[in-house]
């Protein structure tokens, strides 16, 4: 957490979190319709292939962005 630095951005209600040594966007928080939402760029992650991960059957989204 010490390399990520908070934006927010237009209403102010979504935080994003960005590299701050490289710039790339990690996640985001926010809360929609009651409930928190978290969007990750899997690409951040190691060992993982963002296009090897399925959604089956799930309440949940899975949104990938690369």
Do not use: A, D, W
Request: charged share 20%.
């Amino acid at each position: 957490m010490q390399f990520l630095n908070e934006y927010r951005f237009n209403t102010m209600t979504v935080t994003h979190y960005f590299c701050r040594r490289c710039g790339i966007f990690v996640y985001f928080h926010s809360r929609y319709e009651g409930e928190n939402t978290y969007v990750v760029n899997v690409g951040c992650l190691e060992g993982i292939n963002p296009y090897e991960i399925t959604s089956k059957g799930s309440k949940r989204k899975i949104v990938l962005i690369s």
